[in-house]
């Protein structure tokens, strides 16, 4: 009897502890949409981000300027400028004909680049199976400098399979690249995941830890604190709404991707989102941490903007390639969540690899997730007492 | 008398430093006990403890009959806490406010709107129910601050400088809502700085260096010390203090 009497009441309070969460989650969701900047950056700023990106800062080069020197002018060398002519990626200013011009013209014409072929290129592949052509590119800009020689290097290659599927000899007029899985070096391919792994630690750690900041620096948190409601539930009902609108703003990034800036979800859409949920738990618990630290919403929002996003932005890959960088910072970048999150993204969405695939990355981010809420949650109870 | 409060030896350590020193004192029902002290005496420490904040070092506490070191989530239930800011959601309505917190402290949803009424009405709020808590002068919150504090009729309540940057007027107004409270039975716990509040409780204790060294009623305070007024009594105590404010 007794037995009953005590699952009752703790029914009952267990009632009561939910009611009293749900007025809290409510509560939350008030916050939100009465603050217009908090809706504005909820709403607006995962669609800005994605059209700035996508228009403004491409990486793509089109209409690269470009000299030719061919001092063999045989069917060769003429079957390749043709291709180069027909590229919208490059548009062809000058036929030089001396190689002392060269040097001269990139000062003068801001060329990018100039194709130079040897003496005899065709007897050459005909004869030896080899022809030398040089790229002499405009590096003051590495990353397109790279980019312009991979367009180059693939033009090449094309003829090059061209002339070997005629005449079945193996020819060889520079390595044969290809590129896979952006064939086109669209730009969009790679700064979705990055913008994704922006956004969602935008929401998810800086809007929740600036969210309890808010409250103590009110002194709402120690009313709170001094009320029967438990510090967990109070905690956790600051991180559901930030969730709930995460989930929102994964939706508006993909469809957007999808259908605006084209960029196909190539493998399963239920891994994505699957793989995306443990990286806004990682965020989310992220942001509990800094707001187990922090007094006030300024340092919440210094901390969130200083500490996560401009590593996010510089080290993540999503603007420079990792394996670009300094080994220091190549160890640094080990430890940011965003970077797990987009060599992931871009393995299941851009690849259309499998879980399989993502396993390194998956198990990253569930231990960097444990490990954080473990040390806020610990921070948290040491705090309040 | 019936206690609310009892208090042996409650004493709060961090590393070296000795915030409270082995205080003891009790508090009846229905009581406005002030409790004085000058910053960095060890007042909020206390208060921290007795609201079932802060764990003791040593010593015991009951609080509503329960025992601070060991049932905080009762002693938590039974009590009502208002902090020196009020602690109002601005962007929150007043009528959202109100059942905010009493949905916190489990009053169930129809005592809520009915309460809800007779409190507004009582304050004259009427008008004000839809209204944003951060539209309403500060005086008003204060009120609101306060009725909210109490609204689950709780058996003690514990103002954390209730007063601060009110105006005069706006005081004594508010002064006579912990009256009426008091008279309703809710026992009264307040710190303040001002004096002449301290005139105002039925009894008043002062802290010095994390140790109780007066507790009488005002009027006995006065005679011991051969004082004209609180202020007196508190500068002659304040006086012994070796302890830097913080």
């Known amino acids: 009897m007794e037995f009953f009497n005590n699952l009752r009441d703790a029914l009952q309070e267990r009632q009561i502890s939910m009611k009293q969460f749900m007025s809290f989650v409510r509560k939350e969701f008030y916050h939100i949409f009465r603050d217009k900047t908090t809706m504005a950056i909820l709403l607006i700023l995962p669609i800005l981000m994605l059209v700035l990106f996508g228009y403004s800062i491409s990486t793509e080069v089109k209409n690269s300027k470009i000299a030719i020197l061919d001092s063999s002018n045989d069917v060769a060398t003429r079957a390749i400028i043709e291709k180069f002519r027909n590229s919208e990626y490059f548009s062809v200013k000058k036929m030089v004909n001396n190689p002392s011009e060269i040097q001269d013209l990139f000062k003068k014409d801001r060329l990018n680049m100039v194709l130079v072929f040897g003496d005899n290129f065709y007897e050459n592949l005909a004869h030896t199976g080899n022809a030398q052509v040089q790229l002499i590119v405009d590096g003051s800009d590495p990353n397109s400098a790279k980019t312009i020689v991979t367009y180059a290097t693939s033009i090449i290659g094309a003829y090059q399979l061209e002339l070997s599927k005629i005449d079945k000899i193996p020819f060889q007029i520079n390595p044969q690249i290809k590129l896979l899985y952006n064939p086109q070096m669209k730009g969009a391919y790679n700064f979705v995941p990055g913008v994704m792994g922006m956004i969602l630690m935008l929401i998810c750690a800086m809007m929740t830890s600036i969210s309890i900041a808010r409250e103590k620096e009110l002194g709402t948190m120690e009313v709170l604190l001094v009320s029967p409601m438990k510090p967990i539930y109070i905690i956790l009902s600051k991180t559901i709404p930030y969730f709930v609108l995460s989930l929102v703003n994964l939706a508006t990034i993909l469809l957007l991707s999808v259908f605006l800036l084209k960029v196909p979800i190539a493998g399963s859409l239920f891994w994505l989102i699957a793989f995306s949920l443990v990286y806004i738990f990682v965020n989310l618990s992220l942001g509990l941490l800094i707001s187990s630290i922090v007094d006030s919403q300024l340092v919440a929002l210094l901390i969130s903007g200083m500490v996560l996003m401009l590593p996010v932005i510089m080290l993540s890959g999503m603007m420079f390639p990792v394996e670009n960088m300094p080994v220091f910072f190549q160890w640094i970048s080990q430890i940011i969540p965003a970077k797990w999150y987009i060599i992931g993204v871009k393995k299941i969405m851009i690849k259309g690899l499998g879980l399989s695939s993502i396993i390194p990355e998956m198990s990253v981010l569930l231990g960097m997730g444990i490990v954080l809420v473990i040390a806020s949650l610990k921070n948290f109870k040491y705090r309040l007492e | ?246």
């Open chain 2, 1 to 246: 008398m019936e206690k609310v409060i009892e208090v042996q030896n409650l004493t709060k350590k961090f590393g070296d430093f000795t915030a409270v020193d082995h205080i003891s004192f009790e508090v009846y029902k229905g009581e406005i006990f002030g409790f004085l002290g000058a910053n960095g005496a060890g007042k909020t420490t206390a208060m921290r403890m007795l609201c079932g904040l802060l764990p003791p070092t040593s010593g015991k506490g009951l609080v509503a009959g329960f025992d601070i070191h060991t049932q905080s989530e009762e002693v938590k239930r039974n009590i009502g806490y208002m902090s020196q800011k009020f602690a109002l959601y601005e962007d929150l309505k007043v009528w959202e406010n109100i059942r905010l917190y009493g949905g916190i402290y489990g009053v169930p949803e129809d005592e809520i709107i009915k309460k809800t009424d007779e409190l507004l009405k009582r304050l004259g709020f009427e008008k004000e129910r839809n209204s944003f808590v951060k539209s309403l002068p500060l005086g008003w919150k204060q009120k609101l601050a306060f009725s909210v504090a109490i609204f689950h009729e709780p058996k003690i309540v514990f103002l954390d400088e209730p007063t601060g940057g009110v105006d005069p007027v706006t005081r004594r107004q508010f002064w006579e809502m912990i009256y009426e409270a008091a008279d309703r039975g809710i026992t009264v716990f307040v710190t303040t700085h001002y004096m002449d509040e301290a005139e105002y409780c039925d009894r008043v204790s002062i802290m010095v260096d994390g140790r109780i060294d007066a507790l009488d009623s005002p009027k006995n305070l006065k005679n011991q010390f051969k004082a004209n007024n609180m202020d007196g009594v508190f500068q002659q105590l304040a006086r012994r203090a070796s302890r830097k404010a913080d």
